[in-house]
């Protein structure tokens, strides 16, 4: 295309007065006001003017895109007009997929949230003194409830072995939790209160990588703290803690592998090993626990998921989990563990740099609350979990009479649900999927498809077929699941 041909182009665009005062802009005018359409008709011509520079547009292509004006500044208006971030459905069968929000909330924490967001609160006053108080209140008197076992078993057994008062021991053995944006917040104001300029002892087999590029070493580096490896990465004994430590160590660290296993030749202390080694050389040891579930995963089918009570239990000083996985609730990283370490904690100013806002504390509350009265399956995640292969096959069959037609062959199918979100990496769940097949088209099609639903539809692609697992799908959103399958058909 030569230079004048494209001045010509130039010349045939309208100016955004011109638009401004016919009749087919008004409407948009009256809904959208002058200052909003004025932009998107801006932003509508000038991607005309950079095609016509580029040379993608010729006369006839040009007056297509003319007659469209309209319709391209609606289109510019919704989408700078509504929400980037949107609620989309889970079909993927990954519980706690992190790229789709990890847990999603139980309705009491977000009809709390609303309470709490929606007017002034108590968040940091004390109403019955009248005086400024402490945000972790909201949380840490449920967590004392739910890990209250732990708490007296461990004074009672500092106090007997050690001559101190019980106050002394209360100070030190007692569990407390604090509250901060996510878990590996929780790691580095851990590691920066207890060991900076010291060393930290951790297993190389325990040195873990997990989305986002988040690594334990760099974590560790930023805290201030100097990481001391022991072991090799398959095998790591007792005996190479004993050695590593000197004068210069601050901290025993075990981390959780998270979203790996090493399976062959492996060796890796017991925890009870680890405990019994910081206490004899009067060293705190910490957990880093990644996925942090409250309660036994065994009764949903979950084997080998080791419980914030079960390392509190076992003697571990301080243990770090996360909120939005295993637990259900919001994001948040949660620090439990002894009084006198975490009042440390608390005291960092690191900690008032992590902390999290009321929304946060008004849905951990409510979904504290859930576990104190053991109404585990109002937490979305944990009922996701309790749900058996017979029960989501029978609403599997339901969609795939809906969805069935000349066009869309629609199986139900013997498959398997992950938890995701780095929890329980060799575990399963039994479920049926809707195995999807479109004629005439690829399943990545249909996927692109279904994802331009609305809301979103999120699925897996296998073996040539879109693969739909409503173990992680609302049931009421069953019917939207159907009646998108129908449309694209």
């Given at each position: 295309m030569h230079t004048e041909t494209k001045s010509e182009l130039f010349h045939e665009l309208p100016s955004v007065d011109e638009l401004l005062h016919t009749p087919d802009f008004a409407e948009l005018l009256a809904e959208h006001g002058s200052a909003a359409v004025t932009d998107a008709i801006r932003s509508v011509l000038a991607r005309l003017r950079e095609q016509i520079s580029s040379g993608l547009l010729n006369r006839e292509s040009l007056q297509l895109a003319l007659g469209g004006l309209k319709s391209a500044t609606e289109a510019h208006l919704r989408n700078i007009l509504s929400y980037s971030l949107r609620p989309v459905i889970n079909a993927t069968g990954v519980l706690l997929h992190t790229n789709l929000g990890r847990a999603p909330l139980a309705d009491d924490a977000l009809a709390h949230v609303r309470e709490a967001g929606s007017s002034y609160s108590n968040l940091e006053f004390d109403i019955e003194a009248g005086e400024r108080g402490k945000r972790d209140v909201h949380v840490d008197r449920l967590f004392r409830k739910l890990l209250s076992d732990v708490g007296n078993a461990r004074?009672?057994?500092?106090?007997?072995?050690?001559?101190?008062?019980?106050?002394?021991?209360?100070?030190?053995?007692a569990v407390s939790t604090i509250v901060v944006n996510n878990n590996a917040a929780a790691v580095l104001l851990a590691l920066n209160t207890l060991a900076e300029g010291g060393e930290v002892i951790v297993s190389r087999g325990e040195l873990v990588e997990i989305g986002g590029s988040f690594r334990i070493p760099d974590v560790m580096a930023k805290s201030g703290a100097t990481l001391r490896?022991?072991?090799?990465?398959?095998?790591?004994?007792?005996?190479?803690?004993?050695?590593?430590?000197?004068?210069?160590?601050?901290?025993?660290?075990?981390?959780?592998?998270s979203n790996f296993e090493i399976s062959g030749f492996t060796e890796q202390p017991a925890l009870e090993e680890l405990v019994t080694l910081a206490q004899r050389r009067e060293i705190p040891l910490m957990e880093d626990l990644g996925s942090g579930a409250l309660v036994d995963l065994e009764q949903f089918g979950i084997r080998g998921e080791s419980t914030v009570l079960d390392s509190l239990r076992a003697g571990v000083d301080v243990v770090t989990y996360s909120g939005d996985k295993l637990l259900g609730g919001p994001q948040a990283g949660l620090l439990s563990g002894r009084t006198d370490l975490i009042a440390r904690m608390r005291s960092n100013s690191l900690f008032r740099a992590l902390r999290v806002d009321k929304l946060t504390y008004g849905a951990l509350e409510a979904t504290l609350l859930a576990y104190v009265k053991r109404e585990y399956t109002v937490i979305?995640?944990?009922?996701?979990?309790?749900?058996?292969?017979?029960?989501?096959?029978?609403?599997?069959?339901?969609?795939?009479?809906?969805a069935r037609s000349s066009k869309m062959?629609?199986?139900?199918?013997?498959?398997?649900?992950?938890?995701?979100?780095?929890?329980?990496?060799?575990s399963v769940l039994p479920t049926k999927l809707l195995?999807?097949?479109?004629?005439?088209?690829?399943?990545?099609?249909?996927?692109?498809?279904?994802?331009?639903?609305?809301p979103p539809i999120?699925?897996?692609?296998?073996?040539g077929r879109v693969l739909l697992d409503l173990r992680t799908v609302l049931p009421e959103q069953d019917s939207l699941v159907a009646e998108a399958l129908q449309r694209i058909a």
């Open positions: 004074v009672e057994t500092a106090a007997s072995a050690i001559p101190r008062t019980r106050s002394q021991a209360e100070r030190e053995h490896e022991v072991g090799t990465t398959n095998r790591t004994r007792i005996a190479d803690y004993e050695r590593a430590i000197t004068d210069k160590t601050r901290l025993l660290l075990r981390v959780h592998r979305p995640a944990l009922r996701m979990m309790s749900l058996t292969k017979e029960e989501i096959g029978g609403r599997a069959e339901s969609v795939a009479n809906r062959k629609v199986e139900v199918i013997d498959g398997e649900s992950v938890i995701g979100g780095g929890a329980a990496p060799s195995a999807i097949t479109w004629t005439g088209h690829s399943a990545d099609e249909l996927s692109v498809r279904l994802r331009e639903s609305e999120i699925a897996r692609v296998e073996e």
